[in-house]
Nanobody, 123 residues
Framework: VQLQASGGGLVQAGGSLRLSCAAS????????MAWFRQAPGKEREFVAG????????YYGASVKGRFTISRDNAKNTVYLQMNGLTPEDTAVYSC?????????????????WGQGTLVTVSS
């Protein structure tokens, strides 16, 4: 599985962005998908995860209520709608795919990773 993230950019505080992660292959639905982010000098942080059929969704505490993860299995794509952005959301956002994550927030549960897209939020 190859993952290609896009949609990052520069946005003012309070603004919105939508990230996309396109996956190759014909077995997209067997993979749970997730977004992680890494800010300069910080560890990678879980943002959101979604089960293969979209039936279960998890969010990191810092983004709950502001970000929404979704997937379109017909397009092999997962999205991250980010609203109410703050400078603390500035980071490289990466998508990941894993067959059966027991804990969606754990990095090692994911077998495949995209290259990341930079989101910069100005104050």
């Amino acid at each position: 599985v190859q993952l290609q993230a896009s949609g990052g950019g520069l946005v003012q505080a309070g603004g919105s962005l939508r990230l996309s992660c396109a996956a190759s292959g014909r077995t997209f639905t067997v993979y749970a998908m997730a977004w992680f982010r890494q800010a300069p000098g910080k560890e990678r942080e879980f943002v959101a995860g979604i089960r293969g059929d979209g039936g279960t969704i998890y969010y990191g505490a810092s983004v709950k209520g502001r970000f929404t993860i979704s997937r379109d299995n017909a397009k092999n794509t997962v999205y991250l709608q980010m609203n109410g952005l703050t400078p603390e959301d500035t980071a490289v956002y990466s998508c990941a795919a894993g067959r059966n994550p027991r804990d969606y927030s754990v990095l090692n549960e994911y077998e495949y990773w995209g290259q990341g897209t930079l989101v910069t939020v100005s104050s």
